[in-house]
């Protein structure tokens, strides 16, 4: 009895965060393409995030639907299908925040090469978020990492297979979280020592005054992006760390790990990745704007 609540309550949650998170995802797609002001890189880049939580949570959703029902312990169709997605979805994800990273450093460090901020170079990326998004997820399958876990009743990569649970926390999470991490501060360094340079260059001479009041804005509003962005890495890492702790304990001591450990590690990735696309949502004006003004000619 105390099971059966205990995840009706868990996935009645992880379903809130999931309809949120869709109608944030989707809302972004869609101002992107029937608005003009939101057509910008930036926001091409938000979309790519987009379309990846919104596979995670169609998956998702279907997953919740098949263990609500009854017989969810042996009726489970296209399980290794549906647990491959969901990492697909997740490395897509993690990746596209990389992108947006990259993105960042083309802007602000390598700003000489135009080549580098136009569109075709980040539909190009983009191409190579979801290249890299559908080839890394083969490889638990070798190690039958792709099982139905009775203890969150979802059919996922499995904590208990330490090699393929590693390689899950390995390539498709730690790899792009740390360079993004590494990015971040390399775009850090070079604002700061531009904002010296640009200081000491005033100092020196009074005709620097233009120079320095088109260039200072350009920097400030980088640090402010990579704010953001800083925001955005913190949210990535909490919504992995409860799997990286059920992967470590189930290799550590299996027998003493708590069943509850392993839903509650979905349900944060759920959780996070919905308050992500919200967080992204509200950080872009231009889909502030556009969906206000939307809202406002409805009434």
């Known amino acids: 009895m105390f099971t059966n609540m205990f995840y009706t309550i868990n996935f009645s949650i992880e379903i809130f965060f999931a309809i949120v998170a869709l109608t944030f995802a989707i809302s972004t797609l869609v101002l992107f393409i029937i608005n003009r002001q939101c057509r910008t890189i930036t926001n091409l ?7 990846a939580v919104i596979l995670y949570y169609v998956t998702f959703l279907f997953s919740v639907a098949y263990s609500l029902k009854e017989g969810w312990s042996s009726y489970q169709p296209a ?13 897509a994800l993690c990746y596209s925040y990389l992108i947006q990273t990259i993105s960042r450093l083309f802007f602000c460090v390598f700003f000489k090469y ?3 901020q136009t569109c075709f170079v980040h539909w190009i990326m983009i191409l190579i978020n979801w290249i890299l998004a ?19 009743r979802l059919c996922i990569p499995t904590t208990k297979n330490f090699p393929s649970a590693l390689y899950v926390i390995c390539v498709p ?3 792009p979280t740390c360079t993004l991490a590494v ?3 390399i775009i850090l360094r070079h604002i700061r020592r531009s904002s010296r ?11 620097a005054t233009v120079t320095t009041k088109q260039t200072l804005p350009n920097y400030k509003r980088e640090i402010e992006i990579m704010k953001k962005v800083f925001v955005l890495m913190n949210i990535l890492i909490l919504a992995g760390s409860f799997y990286v702790v059920s992967t470590f304990w189930n290799w550590i001591q299996p027998q003493t790990a708590p069943t509850f450990l392993c839903p509650i590690a979905i349900e944060m990735i759920t959780i996070f990745i919905a308050v992500m696309i919200v967080t992204l949502f509200l950080m872009s004006k231009d889909l502030r704007t556009a969906l206000v003004n939307y809202i406002s000619c409805l009434r």
């Open 45 to 51: 880049l938000i979309c790519n995030t987009a379309s």
């Open 183 to 185: 990015i971040y501060g």
């Open 79 to 91: 399980c290794i299908l549906r647990a491959y997605i969901f990492i697909v979805a997740c490395t």
């Open 114 to 116: 135009k080549r580098l």
């Open 134 to 152: 559908f080839l890394i997820p083969l490889v638990p399958i070798i190690y039958d990492g792709y099982i139905f876990e009775i203890e969150s």
């Open 173 to 175: 999470y730690t790899l």
């Open 197 to 207: 340079r640009i200081v000491s260059f005033v100092a020196e001479t009074s005709r």
